[in-house]
């Protein structure tokens, strides 16, 4: 486990060093490595899509440019990139106090099922995922940051502390919240949605 | 003990599923999962429910590839823009900036009209020498007593030879 760690770390340095000489194509690789995660990140944590889509951007644009600042020996690229990500969505919540929830995709006018998804297996994944996101937008900001990370993301509770700011106790005590917290309002509907959620993907 | 037991177990139940504790936290904690029927059954609710959104959160939001592709494009354009250049005249001509220099300039006059008053700087804008107030006199005539009359007289001695400092004459002497 170590050994591939360790592989992969320099696997990485190597693909920034590139990036670093001017290799367009390295900064490709490294949004690919990371983007999808990182959108995902965003969109658990604002539920909006054009708001998750400008932080990725922004994110990126700024991880490139400061690129030449990454010290490879502090944190891993992967939470140094999920720590400027997640200070501008709480910049995000500070400006907007109420996070807003696309309507569109909340009346389903742009759902994008697969296509070999029967009409009611959507119906179905839409209310699941809609019942989720209403109880993680219930958490507040710093227990969802720690759900998001800890569930959605598979990060320890020393990479959530390193994207947190906050020590490793901390952390792991608002995961337990959230955990508690989400446990209690998805109950009413039962741990069946998520079931179902994870029935159709 | 047992209730210490109970909530040792319920505080580190997440992170003993998690496989996050210490080999003796955890070999604690699941000694007493399986002696205690209420934390058992506690830790099965736990670890199904976290289970089930370790693997249902991943799920919410997952991009759409395309839709990926088209951000890099726009990402790749900013990243090859030449570096924007810095605040200089030119950008404070813009609409928005002219705004906030209209309000500075605005601010800046108010403050230098405002800061004589403010540090009492009035006083010299009065320079005519007003006419002194008469001093009040007291008529009271009636004759005061002998003791009020009587000078109030303070008297210090020398400093003493040890340097002490003055002693009043009316006290009782130190006891040398």
């Known amino acids: ?201 | 003990m047992i209730r210490f037991k109970h909530r040792y177990c319920k505080v580190h139940m997440a992170r003993y599923i998690s496989g996050d504790l210490s080999i003796a936290a955890r070999r604690r904690v699941g000694r007493y999962i399986d002696e205690c029927e209420d934390c058992h059954r506690e830790y099965m609710r736990h670890r199904e429910f976290a289970l089930k959104l370790e693997r249902s959160l991943p799920t919410l939001g997952r991009p759409n590839r395309q839709r990926l592709d088209q951000l890099w494009t726009s990402l790749e354009r900013e990243l090859q823009a030449p570096a924007r250049q810095s605040m200089w005249l030119s950008d404070f001509a813009s609409p928005q900036s002219m705004q906030f220099s209209y309000g500075l300039v605005m601010l800046g006059i108010s403050i230098a009209l405002l800061l004589p008053m403010l540090i009492g700087f009035h006083s010299s804008l009065l320079p005519v020498d007003l006419p002194r107030l008469p001093q009040s006199i007291s008529l009271d005539t009636t004759p005061q007593t002998q003791a009020e009359n009587r000078p109030l007289i303070f008297a210090t001695a020398e400093p003493n030879w040890r340097g002490r400092g003055p002693i009043l004459q009316n006290t009782p002497a130190p006891d040398l």
């Open chain 1, 1 to 201: 486990m170590n050994d591939y760690r360790r592989q992969s770390h320099a696997e990485i340095d190597a693909i920034i060093a590139r990036a670093l000489a001017g290799d367009q194509a390295g900064y490709a690789e490294l949004y690919d490595r990371y983007g999808a995660g990182l959108y995902r990140l965003c969109y658990s944590l604002l539920m909006n899509e054009q708001d998750a889509e400008d932080i990725l951007q922004e994110s990126f644009l700024y991880a490139f440019k400061n690129l030449q600042r990454f010290d490879s020996g502090k944190a891993s690229l992967k939470t140094w990139l999920y720590t400027i990500a997640v200070s501008r969505c709480r910049n995000t919540y500070r400006r907007k106090r109420f996070l807003t929830v696309d309507i569109s995709q909340r009346l389903g006018l742009e759902l994008k099922a697969p296509p070999a998804e029967a009409p009611e297996a959507a119906i179905i994944r839409r209310d699941a995922e809609e019942s989720i996101s209403r109880a993680l937008l219930d958490l507040s900001p710093r227990l969802r940051e720690a759900i998001v990370l800890r569930y959605g993301q598979g990060m320890t509770y020393r990479e959530i502390s390193e994207v947190m700011g906050c020590p490793q106790k901390t952390a792991e005590s608002r995961v337990r919240l959230g955990h508690q917290r989400l446990k209690q309002s998805l109950q009413p509907v039962g741990a069946g949605l998520l079931e179902e959620l994870l029935r159709v993907h």
